[in-house]
Structure formats: C-alpha cells, structure tokens
C-alpha cells in the first residue's frame, strides 16, 4: 500500500526561500521559487497552489489586502457590501486578467512543468466568500432577516468559484476548495 503525502503549503513556501508570505503573495517569480522549493524538500505527492488563499477573489473583487513586512499573512480590510443588494453591482471576475488570479494560475501552471507531483489550483469556496464580502456578523444576521438576498449573493459567489475552479481544471489541474465557513441552511421566513 501507498500512502501520499499530501501537506498543504502556504505560507512556509516563502519561509523556505527567506520571504514573507506578503513578498511571495505579490511576486510572481519568489511565489513559483517557493513553491518548488518547498517540493524538493518534503517531496509531497501534491502541491496546492496558494498562499493567502481567502484574499485572491475578494481582491479581484475589489477588496484591499493589507501586506505585512514580517510573518503574518495579508489579509483582507473591510467589507466589500455595506448592504446585500450591492451584489447586483458586482461582475464576476475574468481569472485570466483580475486581480492576482493570473498570477496563481501561471504559476500553477509552471510548477507542474517543473516538478513531479500532482498540482492543485486553490479557490475560496463560496460561503466563506459571501463572510468576507459582507462580513461574517453581518452574513449571520442576513440568514435570519434576509434569507432571499443571501441566497442571492451565494448564487454570485457560486459563479466567482466556477469560473476560477474552471480556468485550473481547463489546464489540466486539480482543484482544492478552500470552506472554512459553513452556514446554516437558508431559512424560510
């Protein structure tokens, strides 16, 4: 029997290269360097392709992503809708020209050209979107008091995970959903 090996790698992919995860979120070349040198390490059977993985849709989105000169991760400033019925004012991200999906994309791209493992694309999965657009209190709230807008903007946020999960699996690559939150389901009034 195989057993894989199959440890996810974010941050410490720019640790093993002297970069902050900030440095290697924003630069292509240290991102990819970092991600392989991670590989020739630990020699994993697969490589997720992420670092600050809730931070690349809301940016391409429109969210600002506060960078940090030492250890800590970006992460994300605000909310994006002060109210749900924004969503209506949102477009769908194009992964191969917004924001830093490009990015993540050709990178996944070259580190399965130059290593053997499997390769992994990394999306934000759509419930833990909806939180960081409206706000994780705010989204409880809106289960409650406007459970036909929050579907709304989980249908929008649906839409922002297929179309970036598609641009990955279209190269040949797999795909790791990334669902830290899960809600309740919606509630009928």
């Known amino acids: 029997m195989v057993i894989k090996f199959l440890p996810t790698i974010y941050e ?5 290269v002297g970069a902050t995860p900030s440095e290697a979120a924003y630069d292509y070349e240290l991102f990819v360097r970092g991600q392989i040198r991670a590989y020739e390490l630990y020699s994993h059977d697969l490589i997720t392709v992420g670092i600050d993985i809730y931070n690349v849709e809301a940016e391409a989105l429109g969210m600002k992503v506060i960078r940090y000169d030492d250890d800590t991760l970006p992460s994300i400033q605000g909310i994006l809708l002060d109210e749900l019925e924004q969503v209506s004012d949102l477009k769908v991200p194009d992964p191969h020209r917004d924001g830093r999906m490009p990015m993540f994309l050709a990178a996944a791209e070259e580190i399965s050209k130059k290593t053997k493992a499997a390769v992994n694309g990394c999306i934000t999965g759509p419930y833990t979107l909806a939180a ?8 409880i ?10 579907k709304q903007l989980l249908e929008f946020t649906y ?22 939150w899960i809600a309740p389901p919606l509630l009928n009034p």
């Open 159 to 180: 839409k922002v995970c297929v179309e970036y999960g598609k641009a990955y699996i279209d190269m040949g690559l797999g795909l790791s959903v990334n669902e830290s």
């Open 132 to 139: 960081i657009l409206r706000g994780y209190e705010n989204l």
């Open 12 to 16: 410490h992919s720019a640790a093993v």
């Open 141 to 150: 709230i809106d289960l409650h008091t406007d459970p036909d807008e929050v």
